[in-house]
């Protein structure tokens, strides 16, 4: 059975350039061997062709590390997230990627996009979803895969399972890193960088499982516990908008954004965008452990102070598979799973995949990003086999 090498440059580059605005999109799939891809959709203003293929490959690495049978893929468009005209912006790019989305690529939301959003559109194309590539990859009749894409509307917490499943994820990553660290759960202090989905869904599972949340941030603001307080985290949760914290009286200390690097914690998680903890900010972290969430949001640099400072990573390849290895929860088993029992399975996964790295990289005398890499490589590759389920050696996957 092969093992998995990436080439340097990804196999599919589709660049869109708008008709109407002018504005630039891209659709990287990394590599195309196996049956399906996957990968976020995002808006962002600045976005570019290298970033996209970077992510597209931070995605192929997610897949490999979780033991998913599916290459990574990743697209998006260089828009301002805010404008009146990106829902129209959406749409008309949807038309440069939807026979990708047929044949191939499995749609996730991203940076400002959600999947209520992002399947209005497809709709619109005749999609029943923006991951109807999953369908055709599991060998799934229509009536099956609606049953299966229906447990992602249902309700979790202040969200639904599509909104909470990435950030849950994370979460367990952070979980996951305490017990490596042999720090209590009860006892821990964690800061959170972002509060969009991915962080809101992250700061929703720790809050109940019990980790104590100090500061978070968000693009303006940082809020943070009074002395020896915790954030109460589920009223900010409920009356946050696009992504900022609500401000109430007497209610925390709020600060510059810059200030979450300086607050004192066992686990800091970085959880906005890329390129966020650069060397500056690697060197003033008072953290025991990083749990990246953003894609990319650690410099290579910046993981070099961290490693030197023997502050523990977890990079976002490991960190910021929740969305995949949800997927795998959904649509693996033989019978259509519960909410719970698709968080269960990213817990479980999520848990041993950090435990894993950890492992490797302390008995190996390496950074958490080479042990995760050397893990990656470690791979089978398996083409022609479904990506989800417990592949039975014949070809297929036994659910």
């Not at 912006?89 to 499995?106: G, K, N, Q, T």
């Not at 966020?276 to 900010?281: C, F, G, L, M, R």
């Not at 950090?354 to 490589?377: I, P």
Request: aromatic share 6%; charged share 25%.
């Amino acid at each position: 059975m092969p093992v998995s090498p990436v080439s340097d440059e990804p196999e599919v580059v589709v660049e869109y350039t708008d008709p109407v605005e002018g504005f630039k999109g891209w659709l990287v799939i990394d590599c195309l061997t196996h049956r399906l891809c996957a990968g976020g959709l995002r808006v962002q203003k600045g976005l570019s062709r290298d970033c996209v293929v970077k992510l597209a490959r931070n995605m192929t690495l997610k897949m490999r590390i979780a033991g998913i049978r599916a290459d990574g893929a990743k697209s998006g468009i260089d828009y301002d997230p805010m404008s009146p005209g990106k829902d129209q912006a959406l749409e008309r790019f949807f038309r440069a990627i939807v026979p990708y989305m047929l044949d191939r690529y499995s749609v996730g939301p991203d940076l400002n996009t959600t999947m209520p959003e992002l399947n209005g559109i497809a709709a619109r194309f005749g999609l029943p979803s923006i991951k109807i590539a999953v369908a055709r990859a599991q060998g799934l009749t229509d009536e099956e895969f609606a049953q299966r894409t229906a447990i992602l509307s249902q309700p979790v917490g202040f969200s639904t399972l599509a909104s909470l499943r990435s950030g849950a994820g994370l979460a367990y990553a952070c979980l996951g890193t305490l017990d490596f660290l042999d720090i209590p759960v009860s006892c821990a202090t964690v800061t959170i960088q972002g509060f969009g989905g991915l962080a809101g869904g992250a700061a929703w599972c720790l809050n109940q499982a019990g980790v104590k949340i100090i500061a978070v941030s968000d693009r303006k603001k940082m809020l943070r516990a009074d002395q020896g307080g915790v954030l109460d985290i589920e009223p900010l949760l409920r009356h946050a908008t696009h992504g900022l914290i609500p401000i109430f009286d007497d209610y925390g200390t709020v600060e510059e954004n810059t200030r979450i690097y300086d607050v004192e914690c066992d686990v800091f998680i970085p959880a906005a965008m890329e390129k966020t903890v650069t060397e500056a900010e690697a060197r003033r972290l008072k953290a025991r452990a990083v749990v990246c969430g953003a894609n990319l949001a650690v410099t290579p640099a910046a993981e070099r102070i961290l490693h030197e400072r023997g502050i523990l990573l977890v990079p976002d390849m490991v960190a910021g598979c929740g969305g995949s290895l949800s997927m795998a929860g959904l649509f693996g088993p033989e019978v259509t799973p519960e909410v719970e029992d698709v968080l269960s399975f990213v817990e479980r996964k999520m848990r041993h995949m950090v435990n894993r790295v950890c492992s490797r990289s302390k008995a190996s005398g390496v950074s958490t990003r080479e042990a995760a890499m050397q893990l990656c490589k470690e791979a089978p590759l398996m083409p022609g086999v479904k990506p989800y389920g417990t592949f039975d050696g014949h070809g297929e996957s036994s659910g």
